[in-house]
């Protein structure tokens, strides 16, 4: 039997959860520390839908891929330095299945302040990455910032330094 | 003067670096390569196209998880294909991966069809090749015939709706035109020298 302060607890954490993750806002630090979810198209369409009036950079990562984990730091000091100036980081990796493990001990590692999801197994991997963007081939770390309005700005395929990313994101943000 | 050199200069420079990168076109000469295999044998693709109805050139990877996800594929394929005179060779081209990390791979994995490590990735410059898995089909005239991808899921074997170059050797073999000689590899980047 749960006591009612127990409960009280945990239903003020459980909130707290959800309103961090909640679309249009950053994710506390180290509140998306898990996977949340998997994305096909239609899922990560609908993402960028809710967060219109930001700037959004997806980053697509693996755990196997080193130069994405080598960036992966650059990517939540980002989102803790620029978030606050209208930067919405959403992170999908594109592991298997099979390495969904892998994955949440990563995020539990890294303790990422933005979400990040899963690629959604199934379906044509060319109508995907088409959808994303067609010069892209699969290579890791890949990229795209969107504009506040929604419009796709860049695709930045490769690791790319703090600063770099910096440069592109606040061109997207204007001044402040 | 010197305007009209720095434009045949920089005409040239073009005109070499659209050499260096320009990828096979369908139904073009493929560049023919000698190759060492790992089990110390040698390949010609001018030959082997010769002696096969055709030859599949597959860029693979040790470490690739795209790659990896193909590795019963490929198998199966060599065995069924290689039953009705086809030929899988695989080729690494990956800087990173040594002769022995590809050899041991292709050991544990039981792959019996030729592999063979690719120095300087010279045949993936001649190929224009940039991922793995990336496939090449050249058929005994020396001609490609097909390239891109192995079919559309990487990920489930089980949910491939497209087996792409199941389809291309079908055609082939029956002596009929590829419908979709052209797909869009989708892997890991090929990790030049």
């Known amino acids: ?23 249009g806002s950053a994710a506390a630090p180290g509140a998306a520390a898990r996977l949340s979810g998997e994305l096909d198209v239609r899922g990560l369409q609908a993402l960028l839908a809710e967060q219109k009036g930001r700037v959004v950079l997806v980053n697509f990562w693996a755990t196997w891929c080193v130069p994405c984990r080598e960036e992966f730091p650059d990517l939540i000091r980002l989102q803790k330095d620029l978030g606050p100036r209208g930067l919405t980081i959403i992170g999908i990796s594109t592991d298997f299945a099979g390495q969904a493990a892998a994955v949440e001990a990563f995020l539990s590692e890294t303790r990422p302040n933005f979400r990040n999801y899963r690629k959604k197994a199934g379906g044509d991997d060319g109508a995907f990455i088409d959808t994303i963007d067609e010069s892209w081939g699969g290579e890791l770390p890949f990229s795209v910032l969107f504009a506040a309005d929604g419009r796709k700005l860049r695709v930045l395929s490769g690791k790319r330094s703090y600063a770099q990313y910096r440069g592109e994101i606040a061109k997207a943000l204007g001044r402040p | 003067m010197r305007t009209l050199k720095s434009l045949i200069l920089a005409a040239g420079i073009m005109a070499l670096a659209r050499t260096a990168s320009a990828a096979v076109e369908i139904g073009a000469a493929a560049p023919d390569f000698r190759l060492a295999t790992l089990d110390g044998q040698s390949i010609s693709l001018a030959e082997a196209a010769k002696s096969h109805k055709a030859v599949v050139v597959m860029f693979i990877a040790t470490k690739c998880p795209y790659s990896n996800a193909y590795n019963d594929r490929m198998k199966a394929l060599a065995a069924s294909y290689g ?34 490590k690719d120095p300087g990735n010279k045949i993936a410059d001649l190929y224009d090749a940039r991922r793995t898995p990336e496939v090449f089909v050249v058929t005994p005239d020396g001609k490609l015939r097909y390239h891109g991808r192995i079919d559309d899921n990487s990920e489930d074997a089980a949910k491939v709706s497209s087996p792409d170059l199941k389809n291309a050797l079908d055609a082939l073999l029956t002596g009929k035109p590829v419908e979709h000689a052209e797909t869009k590899a989708f892997g890991c980047t090929i990790k030049r020298a």
């Open chain 2, 83 to 116: 039953a009705r005179g086809v030929l899988f060779v695989g080729i690494n081209s990956n800087s990173t991966e040594p002769e022995d990390e590809a050899r041991a791979h292709a050991r544990a994995h039981g792959h019996s069809f030729p592999i063979a």
């Open chain 1, 1 to 23: 039997m749960i006591s009612p302060r127990r409960a009280g607890a945990f239903f003020a954490s459980a909130l707290f959860l959800l309103l961090a993750v909640a679309p």
